[in-house]
């Protein structure tokens, strides 16, 4: 890609994704990930409808080039990014490094985790470079049986933040 559209790509707006970018999404699926691993229908609805799920996009030119998802439920002290996928064409220009950061931010977790084939080496280099540490295997977690590396990264800001919050609600309820 050019240093002209590597720029543009820097400035394009990343914004909610809704129920109404359902086809792009699928497309954008089938672009980016292989047919084991591209989400079925209605999963992708669920996570377009689902209230706990932070959803953001990049459009161009009509069409969703990148697309993050991240649950936000606490049932395990921390967040999991479900889903990240840029376009083969658009990728190695930071748009992944841009919708990762702007999914933290909307997610407000102490800790975000997620799951990476063992072979995708580009993005376990994204998610190094962005801070995350890997944190344990689950073997055999996709399709084909190829291990799954879980990484994670800590929000120190969101720790104290939610303890705080915590604790006012102890005082408030005893």
């Known amino acids: 890609m050019s240093a002209q559209a590597q720029e543009q790509a820097n400035t394009l707006p ?10 792009r999404l699928r497309q954008l699926e089938k ?6 691993d591209a989400w079925p ?7 377009l409808v689902s209230p706990h799920i932070v959803r953001l ?6 069409q969703m080039i ?12 921390a967040g999991w990014i479900i889903t990240l996928g840029v376009a083969p064409e658009w990728r190695l220009i930071g748009l992944g ?23 995708n080496q580009a993005a376990i280099a994204l998610y ?9 295997v689950s073997p055999r ?12 990264k800590r929000f120190l800001e969101s720790l104290v933040e939610h303890s705080s919050k915590q604790n006012e609600k102890k005082q408030i309820w005893g």
């Open 141 to 152: 977690y996709y399709v084909g049986g190829e291990d799954g590396l879980i990484f994670e």
């Open 31 to 36: 672009l980016t990930f292989s047919r084991e």
């Open 97 to 119: 490094e841009r919708l990762l950061a702007a999914a933290e931010q909307a997610m407000h977790m102490p800790a975000i985790r997620l799951t990476v084939r063992a072979s």
């Open 14 to 23: 990343i914004t909610p994704a809704s129920l109404g970018d359902l086809w």
């Open 66 to 77: 990148a697309f993050v998802a991240g649950d936000t439920r606490l049932n395990q002290g």
């Open 128 to 136: 190094q470079k962005a801070g995350y540490q890997q944190v344990g």
């Open 41 to 47: 229908l209605v999963e992708l609805l669920f996570v």
């Open 57 to 62: 996009k990049v459009d161009y030119d009509n």
